[in-house]
């Protein structure tokens, strides 16, 4: 016999996508995980905190080194203010932050407000903590429907899942819209959850607003980042949540018993990760446009139509005019037959919207984006 709890949710369709690619030796633009290395200071900070001997439990909630760094980086670039001994929770990544703040929150029948297109995990959040997800789609060109959003809310909503940029649409909110979705989450009480991973990566210009540092949001906000995107380090599985201590206090209880800890040399090798100097972000967030730039015009070459993404490294596009497979038996064939292998659509759609998409990342070397290309022209002849 096994859970109804987990009879709401299916295995990970992009890891899934992931398998698949290895068995037909595909390039994985599916997972999004840098297949380049991780900056070399960073990993000797982590080879070297092993070599000390920091191969022990840390606190629970996080080694002090390390919250003490994410307090300082919080109040100069999130304008968050989080005092590193009670509002800080390190994490197994922001996958257990997210995992942890839902169940530290949420009552069963609760409901939780979520923007369509959505990361994955949203939907197993919300099925283990009980939640019943209310999904609020963006319009066509990704800006808010501001009645559907204010629709969404009644009395028996409890939170909104936040993430910008965006996973998969690239969408970064702007202060005005953060500014209307505070507001309704004041007038109605709700907490806000925010999933901030791709916080440092941004293109043309745009600026990250973490809702958290907005008048009146401070209490209501759990604030979730971690290191697996910033520093090319998905594998070390280090993230973070910053709220008030009440909702702290409640996230690091589930904490405890979930996972203990993180990895605690890798911990300390994160501390040292904040304390780069500015122009370690400047060169990520240029590196990745030079990347966005040339999947870009290898999709819309290939026939696909699609936006440039503001933030974050992923496009979503629509699967190219004439091509009479849904997204699941497209994905498939790409994987298969043109040696590409993406996300399908319906993964970060309720609706039948995403039947019609593909997920692509970026992060990626130019040369594996180039050889993508290639093999993408195929798909055009
Ligand atoms: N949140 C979003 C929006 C993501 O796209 C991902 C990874 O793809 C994660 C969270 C996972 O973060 P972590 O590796 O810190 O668990």
């Known amino acids: 016999m096994l859970s109804r709890r987990v009879d709401h949710f299916v295995e990970s369709v992009i890891r899934d996508m992931t398998r698949l690619s290895i068995k037909h030796n595909a390039i994985n633009l599916a997972q999004g995980f840098p297949d380049f290395p991780a900056p ?18 840390s606190i629970t909630w996080g080694a002090k080194d390390l919250r003490d760094e994410i307090s300082r980086k919080a109040s100069e670039y999130n304008h968050i203010e989080a005092d590193p001994e009670s509002e800080i929770t390190v994490t197994c990544g922001a996958t257990e932050a997210m995992m942890a703040s839902m169940l530290a929150i949420i009552n069963e029948g609760d409901e939780v ?39 969404a809310f009644n009395k028996k909503t409890r939170a909104l899942i936040l993430n910008t940029p965006n996973n998969p649409c690239g969408k970064v909110f702007t202060k005005r819209e953060l500014k209307l979705i505070a507001d309704l989450c004041i007038e109605h009480d709700v907490t806000v959850v925010t999933d901030e991973i791709y916080e440092y990566i941004l293109y043309d210009n745009k600026k990250h607003v973490s809702i958290g540092s907005l008048d009146g949001m401070g209490d209501r906000t759990i604030t979730i980042s971690g290191f697996s995107k910033t520093y090319s380090v998905t594998g070390w599985r280090i993230g973070y949540a910053l709220a008030e201590k009440n909702l702290t206090s409640a996230i690091r209880k589930v904490h405890d018993f979930l996972t203990v800890g993180a990895p605690a040399p890798l911990q300390h090798a994160c501390a040292s990760a904040l304390r780069f100097p500015d122009s370690y972000y400047e060169e990520l967030a240029k590196m990745y446009d030079g990347k966005r730039k040339l999947l870009y015009n290898a999709l819309i070459k290939a026939g696909f139509k699609c936006m440039m993404p503001e933030g974050a490294y992923y496009i979503l596009a629509d699967i190219p005019e004439g091509i009479d497979m849904d997204d699941m038996a497209f994905a498939r064939y790409m994987v298969s037959e043109v040696g590409v292998a993406a996300v399908p659509g319906s993964s970060f759609f309720r609706s039948e919207a995403g039947k019609h998409k593909l997920r692509f990342t970026f992060s990626k070397k130019d040369e594996t984006l180039m050889e993508a290309a290639r093999r993408l022209e195929g798909l055009s002849i």
Do not use: C, H, T, W
């Not at 960073?42 to 905190?49: E, F, I, P, Q, V």
């Open 113 to 151: 407000v979520v923007f369509e297109p959505f990361y994955e995990n949203y939907g197993p959040d919300a099925a283990v903590s009980g939640a019943i997800p209310r999904l609020v789609p963006l319009n066509e060109d990704n800006s808010i429907d501001e009645e559907a959003l204010s629709s």
């Open 40 to 57: 070399p200071e960073l990993k000797r900070a982590a080879a070297s905190a092993i070599m000390d001997d920091y191969n022990q439990y």
